[in-house]
Nanobody
Framework: EEQLVESGGGMVQPGGSLRLSCAAS????????MSWVRQAPGKGTEWLSA????????YYADSVKGRFTISRDNAKNTLYLEMNNLKPDDTALYYC???????RGQGTQVTVSS
């Protein structure tokens, strides 16, 4: 069974940092570009970042560019999102996603609040 499982969310103060992880299983992880997306309460899904299968190329939404870093470890079948200088507007449910042959995890909650 193909599966994505996110972890690493939590509550953090503004300006803080978190590192999200996404464990992939059931498919050849390195063959797929991967993404992070988020959904805030009452809002649609927002694409945040993507990384190519080999990890060479990365892409970011303007809203997170310079603050978030996507990476992957293909040996561990794991995708990461390092989030720095978090803001209250970053509060959302964060998902890792496989765009090609759609697949998405169950999400991990990130709450930024003082």
């Amino acid at each position: 069974e193909e599966q994505l499982v996110e972890s690493g969310g939590g509550m953090v103060q503004p300006g803080g940092s978190l590192r999200l992880s996404c464990a992939a299983s059931g498919f050849t992880f390195s063959r797929y570009d991967m993404s992070w997306v988020r959904q805030a309460p009452g809002k649609g899904t927002e694409w945040l970042s993507a990384i190519t299968g080999g990890g060479t190329n990365t892409y970011y939404a303007d809203s997170v560019k310079g603050r978030f870093t996507i990476s992957r470890d293909n040996a561990k079948n794991t995708l990461y999102l390092e989030m720095n200088n978090l803001k209250p507007d970053d509060t959302a449910l964060y998902y890792c996603a496989r765009p090609g042959g759609p697949l998405r995890g169950q999400g991990t909650q990130v709450t930024v609040s003082s």
